[in-house]
């Protein structure tokens, strides 16, 4: 992982929905709750729901701090939007 430095602890806390904090690795997001003091979302969003408005809101690299499955489908919902094809020769 990244390391978490404070600009990118002010880009999350600028781009990151409200309510999806929870598919934060866990470092990430204590980071985020000390730079918030304390506040954090009264719901959570879906991750169904997240994941569409995570690919259009994050800024650039951040989406390495989220937990192994939502960075998954982060990069395979990216892929359908982009229609990225890869045809090998055969």
């Known amino acids: 992982m990244n390391k978490?430095?404070?600009?990118?602890?002010?880009d999350l806390n600028e781009t990151l929905p409200e309510g999806t904090e929870c598919y934060l690795c866990e470092a990430v997001r204590n980071a985020l709750f000390n730079y918030r003091k304390g506040r954090e979302p009264s719901n959570?969003?879906?991750?169904?729901?997240?994941?569409?408005?995570?690919?259009?809101?994050?800024?650039?690299?951040?989406?390495?701090?989220?937990?192994?499955?939502?960075?998954?489908?982060?990069?395979?919902?990216?892929?359908?939007?982009?229609g990225r094809k890869f045809s090998w020769p055969t």
């Not at 978490?4 to 002010?10: F, K, S």
């Not at 800024?59 to 395979?76: E, S």
């Open 4 to 10: 978490i430095t404070p600009r990118l602890i002010r």
């Open 44 to 82: 959570y969003i879906d991750k169904e729901q997240a994941l569409p408005m995570l690919a259009q809101r994050l800024g650039r690299g951040l989406k390495n701090f989220f937990v192994d499955d939502v960075r998954q489908a982060l990069d395979a919902y990216e892929d359908a939007r982009v």
